[in-house]
């Protein structure tokens, strides 16, 4: 297996993180990003970048995290015990984008890379990421954009690798406890090692670039229509579920927060604004009711 070269995985990932924030920046319209940088006391630390009250996005956050210990958390070392007693370090760029219209879809992506080495022995590493779509009042040309552009980018790498990765992340975002989607998926892919750094890194930076190319587009056509305040009361509604999921399922907030990672930087996925309704149905044939119906149950876009 190729050796690992973390220098170069840091430099693309602060690369990126510009170019992410540079494109919705344009897309947005309005103040830009604002950066906190910070350091973790155990090693490590970041850029957290947070655009909030822009003209098209409510709240957006581009974070880029390399953080480093001499120990793993036990989110780390439950399903690999090989991994205990050696030292880490784990590097991202991660990023969640509220938009205000509750017809632009909320999105999410990110990319990641885990080494972790012992002396005397051949360090264990991986990549992982992916990207995820959570549309209020979906569209169909939409939703099969967002799936080209995935399948695209994975082509290259094999004709297994679309299917594959649409189908982790169907299943990895999807709240048990409601039995339902969070929303029409994308990519996600972990533990990605087996074809060598050089291969594995290449499919990496292809999902990380890719994910303007797929989520820009929607938010361009969608950005002026017009809603209404039960619409908007929907989309609170329903970033609940977002809530819900990072709280609840997701592996990546409890690591950050297991190895005393930045809670303000960890926390950022969360909605600005949100509500629950016990007990909440919607209307039969409404637009809300097709997004449970139509949207929600996972099924082939392209």
Not at 15 to 44: H, M, Y
Not at 45 to 71: M, P
Not at 127 to 140: A, I, K, Q, R, S
Request: negative net charge; glycine residues 10%; charged residues 25%.
């Amino acid at each position: 297996m190729s050796h690992p070269h973390a220098d170069q995985v840091k430099s693309f990932l602060i690369s990126l993180q510009d170019d992410i924030c540079n494109a919705l920046a344009l897309a947005d319209g309005g103040k830009g990003f604002v950066e906190d940088a910070w350091t973790r006391p155990a090693g490590g630390g970041g850029r957290s970048r947070v655009l909030t009250g822009g003209k098209v996005f409510e709240q957006a956050g581009v974070n880029f995290s390399h953080v480093s210990g001499d120990t793993l958390p036990a989110s780390a070392t439950a399903h690999r015990p090989e991994l205990a007693g050696r030292r880490f370090e784990a590097m991202g760029v991660s990023l969640v984008i509220h938009p205000e219209n509750p017809h632009v879809p909320t999105s999410h992506a990110n990319v990641r890379f885990f080494i972790a080495e012992k002396d005397g022995e051949a360090p264990v590493w991986w990549f992982g990421g992916g990207f995820d779509l959570t549309p209020y009042y979906p569209h169909e040309e939409d939703v099969v954009h967002w799936h080209t552009v995935a399948r695209d980018l994975c082509e290259p790498f094999g004709q297994q690798v679309y299917a594959d990765y649409k189908r982790w992340c169907d299943e990895y975002f999807f709240l048990k406890h409601r039995n339902e989607a969070r929303g029409v998926g994308g990519l996600f892919f972990d533990d990605l090692n087996a074809w060598g750094f050089e291969r594995s890194f290449a499919f990496m930076q292809a999902v990380g670039r890719g994910y303007t190319e797929a989520y820009l587009p929607i938010v361009a056509r969608r950005k002026a229509t017009p809603w209404t305040e039960a619409e908007r009361q929907f989309q609170l509604y329903r970033r609940g579920r977002y809530v819900e999921f990072n709280l609840v399922w997701d592996r990546g907030t409890l690591f950050g927060l297991q190895t005393g990672g930045r809670t303000e930087s960890i926390l950022m996925s969360m909605p600005p604004l949100v509500r629950w309704e016990y007990g909440y149905q919607p209307q039969p044939g409404s637009p809300e009711a097709a997004l449970y119906e139509r949207f929600l149950p996972p099924r082939d876009w392209v």
